[in-house]
Nanobody, 123 residues
Framework: QVQLVESGGGSVQAGGSLRLSCAAS????????MVWFRQAPGKEREGVATFNNDGRSMYADSVKGRFTISKDSAKNTLYLQMNGLKPEDTAMYYC?????????????????WGQGTQVTVSS
């Protein structure tokens, strides 16, 4: 059974950093499209970062230059390094995965979702 478990969220002040992790099990994640999402209260879910089908990183405009996606094949884990955090980054952060289809930061339909990890940034 495919499982995605996020961790690393927390509360930080503006300008701070956090690193999120998404540990995948039940499949070899390298063959899957995996995307970091976030959803703030009252707002639509937003794709934040992913590796596209060519293996290049893609980011939402709102996080470019501040967030970095990476992966550890040996640990089957996807990471999101978040620097220069702003209050508007406050949200629940999720990772999602799917074995098929086009992989890009604007994709919204995924077969598997994690439970999320909360990120709160205070001003």
């Amino acid at each position: 059974q495919v499982q995605l478990v996020e961790s690393g969220g927390g509360s930080v002040q503006a300008g701070g950093s956090l690193r999120l992790s998404c540990a995948a099990s039940g499949y070899t994640y390298r063959t899957y499209c995996m995307v970091w999402f976030r959803q703030a209260p009252g707002k639509e879910r937003e794709g934040v970062a992913t590796f596209n089908n060519d293996g290049r990183s893609m980011y939402a405009d709102s996080v470019k230059g501040r967030f970095t996606i990476s992966k550890d094949s040996a640990k089957n884990t996807l990471y999101l390094q978040m620097n220069g955090l702003k209050p508007e980054d406050t949200a629940m952060y999720y990772c999602a995965a799917d074995p098929v289809g086009l992989c890009w930061v604007g994709r919204t339909a995924f077969k598997y979702w994690g439970q999320g990890t909360q990120v709160t940034v205070s001003s």
